[in-house]
Nanobody, 120 residues
């Protein structure tokens, strides 16, 4: 199973970015997916998750600003980020998680990170 994330970049505070993650090697419809982020010296933390039934979950700091979605026809999960803040700066990873309803999530596969940098 491979997860290929893209869409990171440099943006000013208040701006927007959309991350994409294409999954191959599995039946995407059956995958619960999540986005994580990590900054130097800190643990990787889940940001948003979406179940096979399109249920979503967000960490409090991004709720109302980030939207996770999926397109099963394209084997892709997205993270739309608006009203970005400097504290959103991180390396963002997509992940296939085993169970949506159980936390902490058990990650089966990680994608490579994509860097998001928000300047003030």
């Amino acid at each position: 199973v491979q997860l290929q994330a893209s869409g990171g970049g440099l943006v000013q505070a208040g701006g927007s970015l959309r991350l994409s993650c294409v999954v191959s090697g599995s039946v995407f419809n059956y995958n619960n997916m999540a986005w994580y982020r990590q900054t130097p010296g800190k643990q990787r933390e889940p940001v948003a998750a979406i179940s096979t039934l399109y249920e979503t979950n967000y960490t409090d700091s991004v709720s109302g600003r980030f939207t996770i979605s999926r397109d099963n026809a394209k084997n892709t999960v997205y993270l739309q980020m608006i009203s970005l803040k400097p504290e959103d700066t991180a390396l963002y990873y997509c992940a296939k998680v085993r169970f949506f309803y159980e936390k902490p999530y058990v990650v089966d596969y990680w994608g490579r990170g994509t860097q998001v940098t928000v300047s003030s």
